[in-house]
């Protein structure tokens, strides 16, 4: 996962930087290294040591140049087969196949990101009970699909959604284990891991992640969210917020603005959620949730989707209209986490594979009507072939 295809400005600029620094700091003998650096930067400032003498003033973190971007990849809900109730809800192939027509998208970013929908381990733990077993969906991928995410390039996953508790305490444990194992950072758990740091290149990408669900952190608690966001962007150079909330289905695309509840449950207030996170310290706040895509837009200059859908969910769930298109989120971020601009690569699933591009780019044109329609002052303008700039 460190051998990413990072082809953006980050490295090369950061590297000439470092590079000039280096060379002023030789010539001029008196600033101090920076221990807060990537492995290239390591490799210069420990050359660096060599020639120069310790300083006594303090180091001061130089800024990055201008022209630095992050680039920052988001995708919605993930779940890529279940072995219960049996092993006929499993793709074929163990799953290798599922992503491999976006794989490339997804790799060439400095952090990608997902909703894992669901549990990741082979056996055991006690499946949520359901009064209805027709209408039971609780889904346990086996572990070793994990390499499919590492494969795909994802460095940080939600597990706080609906189904990340599906078979319990010990699914939890399990899943977690085997994330950890594959080197993918989570969070969403109330009290115990609510937020992850990811280094990359020097540059610290926070996460932390929100749901209505039991266990998980809880969108509808405002107060608890800022200060989890607060910790966070004092650990982070940027901070992504993932949420798993709001209505479901096709009649749930649009942002209400207010409290939605659905199945009689409340499922939060995302706008206000989003916008108190943002006012907390968020840089980047990727929604998901509804299964269907939602607008996005900016405020005070950071990046929100209100929902990327279903992203790769194999086999259990309903594709049917909206529910079978969503887009790939690329952005470029601003090493202060302003938003600089982004690309929707829109996908669609069918029952039989996972995200294919989508010729007839659904989802952009609904992201598009959908922006104007619930946020006519986005500050976004999305263009036909998915490009997104500032107004
Ligand atoms: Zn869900």
Not at 101 to 126: C, M, P, Q
Not at 128 to 152: E, G, L, W
Not at 183 to 208: N, P, R, S
């Amino acid at each position: 996962m460190w051998q990413k295809n990072d082809t953006k400005g980050l490295r090369k600029g950061g590297l000439f930087f470092f590079m000039a620094l280096a060379l002023a700091c030789t010539l001029l003998a008196f600033c101090k290294p920076d221990h807060n650096t990537g492995d290239k930067q390591d490799t210069l400032t420990a050359s660096l040591a060599a020639t120069a003498p310790p300083a006594d003033t303090a180091a001061v973190q130089p800024a990055p140049p201008q022209d630095t971007f992050y680039t920052i990849v988001g995708v919605g809900d993930m779940m890529l087969g279940t072995n219960y109730p049996n092993t006929g809800y499993l793709p074929a192939n163990d799953g290798k196949d599922l992503l491999a027509d976006v794989r490339e998208i997804l790799k060439n970013a400095d952090v990608t990101f997902g909703n894992l929908e669901g549990t990741l381990f082979d056996s055991g733990g006690t499946p949520k009970s359901c009064r209805d077993m027709s209408k039971c969906y609780v889904f346990r991928t086996p572990a070793k699909y994990v390499q499919n995410y590492v494969d795909a390039g994802f460095d940080l996953v939600s597990i706080a959604n609906n189904h990340s508790g599906d078979f319990g305490p010990e699914g939890r444990k399990q899943t977690k284990a085997n994330l950890k194992e594959a080197g993918i950072l989570y969070a969403g758990l109330a009290g115990t891991d609510e937020y992850a740091v990811f280094e990359k290149d020097g540059v610290k990408y926070g996460l932390c992640a929100f749901a209505p669900n039991s266990g998980t952190c809880d969108i509808r608690n405002l107060a608890n969210a800022k200060r989890i966001v607060e910790k966070l962007a004092g650990l982070s150079d940027i901070v992504i917020v993932s949420f798993h909330g709001g209505a479901e289905g096709s009649n749930a695309q649009h942002v209400p603005k207010r409290t939605e509840t659905f199945v009689g449950e409340n499922r939060g207030d995302v706008h206000a959620f989003a916008h108190a996170v943002i006012d907390a310290g968020a840089d980047i706040v990727f929604g998901h949730g509804p299964h269907v895509t939602r607008a996005m837009e900016l405020y005070k200059d950071r990046f929100i989707i209100y929902s990327m859908g279903n992203f790769c969910t194999y086999g259990r769930f309903s594709l049917s209209g909206p529910a079978g298109y969503a887009p790939i989120i690329s952005l470029k971020i601003k090493p202060d986490g302003q938003f600089a601009e982004g690309q929707i690569t829109p996908i669609y699933q069918q029952k039989t594979h996972g995200p294919k591009i989508d010729s007839q780019k659904r989802a952009i044109k609904t992201l598009q009507e959908l922006t104007k329609a619930d946020f006519p002052n986005s500050g976004l303008v999305i263009s036909g072939e998915g490009k997104v700039e500032r107004e």
